[in-house]
């Protein structure tokens, strides 16, 4: 492989990768406060919809990327008021999400069929995104690449170096004994639904503004579960989240590029990778903590009525 | 539970007889159902024949009424064909292939009733089947990528190795190597029809790898924006998607159900309706090819030269000799290849240096 | 401001069963005026979903149909969610048990003399296959403490996938023209139906009867006991000496069962052959169906069969009044969230406490 194609197939690796990553972070806050939300499909969904609606009335991809996000956080606010407000079941809830927002995601994109728009523009610094290699794959990106990196290393500050990160994990591993410290169990909670909803519709906006520049409806095409799964493949961790896209978004890609290079290889099988690299990397973990146990936030999942 | 148990009392009471109530219904006009696949707002396969539909009420006006339901899918498609034919569909057209063992089942209950079934293979005397033959459309797209790519490498997004996605492959190449015997082809199989993000990253996968021209099996008008894009070429696919790339579009395969839809509506309205099987090709207008573009005058008129060839006959993209992949003679020089081989058709001709799934 | 829920203590009948009512109600006049919103009648719109599909013995088989699969799955699920184990995989156990179940039909395909076992034995293979399937992430679970939610999620992609490769390659008809389903299914390796009019087939029969079953077992037996006493209490069932390893791989085994039966009552049944994709998202719905049914046999019942009724007039309201189909989605996912935040609020008394937070 020359450079040039390396560089290549790494460029499209990473624009394979930010969707993942973005909706992934957002998940991760989600599920490190101790909330599952499996309506990231339908909140992603929603996300590209209305995204590129609002990007072809405005003519902005800036608007179009916030209205993404702020339909994901919609949709993400009424996912809170069940299970965190109402304790409502988080799964039924969130599956419930995926519908909704996928039938909302057709009635809102139904007028934007068969439009198309610019791209997000892609940076472009005289001098530096010339350079050989090196120079489209760092400073040749498009504003949601930078987003998502910034994102990660975001996250990562958060959940570790401040004290509401602090808050947020500990009420994630144990909602009783942080309730009794009077923690704000469900304020944190709601919060970081509503972040994990911004992510996930702005992961979609990412894909009908920048990936893919037109709306097609269901185009998340699954990527929404992917990034469920790389959230427990990351076993909760920001930093992995970021190896993880890149693996799976890599897998897919490296595989298309080994076929166009004349090397076939199975594809259900190589579909069915990721999934079962999230299984295998979830018992290793758990192998690896010996008294057994997962890394999993404690509380996930599991629902949180405080008495008073 | 009680629900059901209604249901069971109600059958008692009434008896069945349903079905030949309903069919009494249709009254002069004719109503039109279709079942699609995928959404109406594809682009793509299930857009085109919803535009055959709007063709239909268009031409007939207040002769039919039509209606369709979408994303159906194919495990689930019993009840909603039964559905159309219970609410006075008088003909009913079902546009996937997995919808053949459930069209032929209701078609068995109804049999007043007419139905259309594309793309499969199996008839009854109120089924009928039809197709296009895209690999005529495909060989001409061949010719053109042939003449036009400086790489000499073509490539192609492919969805699943059924007979008429590789017919496909193997007319295109035809096609190229009729203007340039060295032109290379590679293959990418993705494994869905409609998938944006993954077709565009196939795209870029074929582009990096030295491919200048695109072609594509698959729905979605993402291939040809990323060839746009990196200002390379690229053939539309079902619909003309000049629109989403008015600099890379050379042409497209556009299924044009309409002619067809309409005179097979009024067949039924004149009582002339009989099951048949129509493979219609450039001739039957049935395959459109978009206008060229992108091209100069004189590729330009050499695609329409082999357009009208295809047309009347004097060309056929399966005319031997022509080798399979191992270099076994699969049609003898001097014929062309029968239809059934066509429509089964599982290995890749000459000079396609890749291995096809099975 | 602080939402403050306290458990009622005077939980009572009727505010458990009007909770869902009201949801319903609310989701109607919400739906009423997107209806309204796109010119068409709601009261029209009311009709077709709800009232058309009841009114017809043969719409209500198709509702009988629809439910049967989700009744199954989600009783199944019951067990598991009521002893707070939670298997969210139930569409790859579905797909798994259509698989295995159905190969026997493939493998049995013209098969003669008593072909009597055919039929049972595929039953028999699909349910052993789901629970089989069902008990990988329970070991997990049991073994290395890896969260069931997630590997049950994560098998559900494989199993499609497997699905989606044996449909398109060894068990793939020959004689198909290489087009991705196996042979149709003798009418040994078939569900009988029920009625005349080869609708309603007897996989309605088997979710009812596991309806009953279920009824029973958790009434009656201590496996029932068990798994009620676990809900309700983890700390009191551990005092009692219950393991946690064994319930978990117990509802583990019956919930898988349950999707297997159900997943090969559906080939066996409407499909009757093997296809790469035989499930609209059954196992995903019957978790939903599950908890709006309160994961009481009966109350799963009910839920299974409005989902079903929505389904099917969903689809009227496409033929009769052009609804989109998008449009029945977003009404099923609204009511559903509606439906699951009423009967919070049937189970707690809300109190809003202006400024503070909670």
Redesign the interface.
């Given at each position: 492989m020359s450079l040039d194609?390396l560089s290549?197939?790494l460029v499209?690796i990473i624009a394979?990768a930010t969707?993942l990553m973005i909706a992934s972070l957002g998940e991760l806050v989600v599920e490190r406060a101790g909330v599952?939300n499996?309506g990231v499909e339908?909140m992603m969904v929603l996300g590209a919809a209305t995204g590129f609606a609002v990007a072809v009335e405005t003519g902005s991809t800036l608007a179009g990327a916030a209205a993404g996000a702020g339909a994901g956080l919609a949709l993400a606010a009424?996912f809170g008021?069940?299970t965190v407000?109402?304790?409502?079941?988080q799964?039924?809830?969130g599956?419930?999400?995926?519908?909704?927002?996928?039938?909302?995601?057709?009635?809102v994109?139904?007028a934007y069929?068969?439009l198309?728009r610019a791209?997000a523009p892609h940076l472009n610094v005289p001098g530096l995104t010339d350079l050989p290699g090196i120079g489209r794959l760092l400073f040749g990106q498009d504003g949601f690449v930078y987003f998502a990196f910034a994102l990660v290393a975001g996250v990562w500050w958060f959940l570790w170096r401040t004290r509401a990160g602090l808050t947020l994990r500990a009420i994630g591993d144990d909602h009783t004994a942080t309730h009794a410290l009077g923690l704000?169990?469900?304020?944190v909670r709601f919060r970081a639904v509503l972040f994990g909803g911004a992510c996930a519709g702005l992961a979609g906006a990412y894909?009908s503004l920048a990936?893919?520049?037109?709306w097609?409806?269901?185009?998340t095409?699954g990527?929404g579960?992917i990034a469920?799964?790389l959230v427990?493949f990351a076993s909760w961790r920001p930093l992995r989240v970021l190896a993880g896209a890149m693996l799976f978004g890599g897998a897919?890609?490296l595989q298309?590029?080994a076929?166009?290079?004349?090397l076939?290889l199975?594809?259900?099988?190589l579909?069915?990778l990721p999934?079962?690299a999230?299984?295998l990397a979830?018992?290793l973990l758990?192998?690896g903590r010996r008294q057994?146990?997962?890394l999993?936030p404690a509380a996930?999942?599991r629902d949180f009525?405080?008495?008073? | 539970m009680r629900i059901v148990q209604g249901a069971l009392v109600a059958v008692l009471a009434l008896g069945i007889g349903g079905a030949q109530a309903q069919e009494k219904k249709a009254s002069e006009k004719l109503k039109v159902g279709f079942v699609y696949v995928g959404?109406v707002?594809?682009?793509g396969y299930s857009y085109q024949h919803d535009q055959s539909r709007k063709a239909l009420a268009a031409a007939l006006g207040d002769r039919v009424e039509t209606s369709f339901l979408e994303?159906v899918p194919e495990a689930d498609s019993e009840r909603s064909i039964e559905s159309l034919a219970r609410s006075g569909h008088g003909l009913i057209f079902t546009t996937s292939f997995g919808f053949m063992e459930p069209t032929l089942k209701v078609a068995k209950k109804f049999p007043k009733l007419k139905f259309e079934h594309a793309t499969g293979y199996k008839r009854a005397a109120n089924v009928a089947t039809y197709s296009a033959r895209f690999y005529e459309g495909r060989y001409i797209c061949g010719e053109i990528a042939g003449r036009l790519s400086k790489t000499g490498t073509l490539?192609y997004i492919a969805s699943f190795p059924i007979p008429e996605v590789v017919s496909g492959i193997n007319a295109f190449m035809l096609g190229a190597q009729s203007v340039n015997p060295n032109i290379k082809l590679?293959?990418?199989?993705?494994?869905?029809w409609?998938?944006?993000?993954?077709?565009?990253?196939?795209a870029?996968?074929?582009l990096?790898?030295g491919?200048d021209i695109l072609s594509q099996h698959t729905d979605?008008?993402?291939p040809l924006?990323e060839a746009e894009?990196q200002g390379k070429l690229a053939f539309g696919q079902s619909s003309d998607q000049m629109?989403?790339a008015p600099k890379a579009q050379l042409t497209s395969i556009v299924d044009d159900w309409d002619g067809y839809v309409i005179q097979e509506a009024k067949a039924v309205l004149d009582g002339t309706w009989k099951s048949h099987d129509t493979w219609g090709g450039i001739k039957d207008g049935m395959v459109v090819l978009a206008p060229f573009a992108n091209m100069p005058d004189d590729v330009k008129a050499k695609a329409e030269a082999s357009k009208k060839a295809i047309a009347d006959g004097t060309l056929h993209p399966f005319r031997g000799p022509v080798f399979k992949q191992d270099g076994t003679e699969a049609v003898k020089a001097g014929e062309t290849a029968p239809d059934p081989m066509i429509l089964g058709m599982n290995w890749y001709v000459k000079g396609i240096?890749?291995?096809l799934?099975q | 401001m602080r939402?403050?829920?306290?458990?009622r203590a005077d939980r009572s009948a009727l505010t458990d069963a009007l909770a869902p009512v009201l949801a319903f109600l609310a989701a109607l006049v919400i739906g009423g005026f997107v209806v309204a919103a796109m010119g068409r009648s709601p009261a029209a719109a009311f009709v077709t979903y709800f009232v058309a599909p009841l009114s017809e013995v043969w719409s209500l088989q198709e509702v009988a149909l629809k439910a049967a699969p989700l009744a199954l799955i989600a009783t199944g699920l019951a067990f598991c969610f009521r002893a707070n184990v939670?298997n969210?995989g139930a569409e790859g156990q579905f797909v798994v048990g259509g698989l295995f179940g159905g190969w026997i039909g493939v493998a049995s395909h013209g098969a003669t003399g008593n072909t009597l076992w055919v039929l049972p034995l595929m039953l028999a293979v699909g349910a052993c296959a789901g629970m089989l399937y069902a008990l990988i992430p329970a070991l997990?679970k049991v073994r290395?403490?890896?969260?069931e939610?997630?590997?049950s999620?994560?098998?559900v992609?494989?199993a499609e996938?497997?699905l989606?490769?044996m449909a398109r390659g060894p068990l793939r008809d020959p004689a198909g023209f290489n087009f991705p389903q196996s042979v149709t299914f003798d009418d040994a390796a078939r569900l009988p139906y029920l009625m005349e009019g080869d609708t309603l087939h007897a996989g309605v029969a088997i979710a009812l009867a596991a309806i009953v079953v279920a009824t029973l077992v958790l009434a009656r037996t201590l496996f029932g006991f068990t798994v009620r006493v676990v809900g309700a209490s983890p700390r009191a069932a551990r005092f009692a000496g219950f393991s946690d390893a064994r319930l978990t791989l117990a509802v583990f085994a019956v919930s898988g069962g349950a999707a297997g039966l159900a997943g090969i009552s559906e080939v066996a049944g409407k499909i009757g052959q093997l296809q790469p994709s035989i499930s609209p998202g059954y196992g995903?719905?019957a978790?939903?169906v599950?908890?709006?049914g309160r994961l009481s046999p009966v109350g799963i019942l009910v839920a299974a069969l409005v989902i079903a009724l929505t389904t099917i007039g969903g689809e009227g309201a496409q033929i009769d009044l052009k609804l989109?189909?998008?449009?029945?989605?977003?009404?099923?996912?609204?009511l559903?969230?509606l439906v699951?935040?009423a009967?919070?609020?049937s189970?707690?008394r809300?109190r809003l406490v202006p400024g503070a937070?909670?």
């Open positions: 194609i290549m197939v499209t394979a969707p599952l499996l339908g009424l008021i069940l407000g109402l304790s409502a079941n799964v039924a809830s599956l419930a999400m995926t519908i909704l927002g996928l039938g909302l995601s057709g009635l994109g139904a069929v068969g198309k791209p704000k169990v469900r304020k894909l990936y893919t520049p037109f097609a409806p269901a185009m095409a990527r579960w469920l799964a427990v897919t890609v298309l590029h076929q166009a290079a004349g076939g199975p594809g259900q099988a579909s069915a999934y079962l999230t299984i979830l018992v758990s192998l057994g146990g997962s999993a996930l999942g009525t405080p008495h008073r | 959404p707002a594809d682009y994303n490539g590679k293959i990418v199989w993705v494994n869905t409609f998938d944006p993000g993954k077709e565009a990253e196939a870029k996968a074929l990096a790898q491919a979605s008008a993402a924006q894009k629109r989403f240096d890749d291995k799934p | 939402i403050d829920l306290t458990p939670w969210i997990l290395l403490g890896v969260s939610i997630l590997t999620l994560m098998l992609y494989v996938l497997l989606d490769y995903f719905t978790i939903i599950a908890f709006l989109p189909l998008d449009l029945t989605r977003a009404f099923q996912g609204l559903l969230a699951l935040g009967d919070a609020l189970r707690y809300v937070a909670a």
